[in-house]
């Protein structure tokens, strides 16, 4: 799934905070079968590294910067030449 806007970014984050809840009630109680909590456990885990991932990707494309800090120069050059660096901008 992609994130097509700040709506839709929003419904995630809220969706990520109830899955985050009910990771920690299911860890807290120690239930009838342990196996599974063990399998529900993983499956939260999984959907709520899901989620993670797709409002990183959301934010980063949404950010042109995503991952450049405003004081790293940004790097030019071409392969097999030397990079030249130039100031942000």
Known sequence: MELKDEREAEVTREKLRSLEARYQA???DPGDDAHIQELTLRSLKRMI??????IARYESRRSPRA???AAEP???GRPGR???WIAPG
């Open 26 to 28: 299911v860890s807290q």
């Open 67 to 69: 991952g450049q800090s």
């Open 74 to 76: 940004a790097r030019t």
């Open 49 to 54: 590294n899901q989620m993670k991932e797709e």
């Open 82 to 84: 030397a990079a030249r």
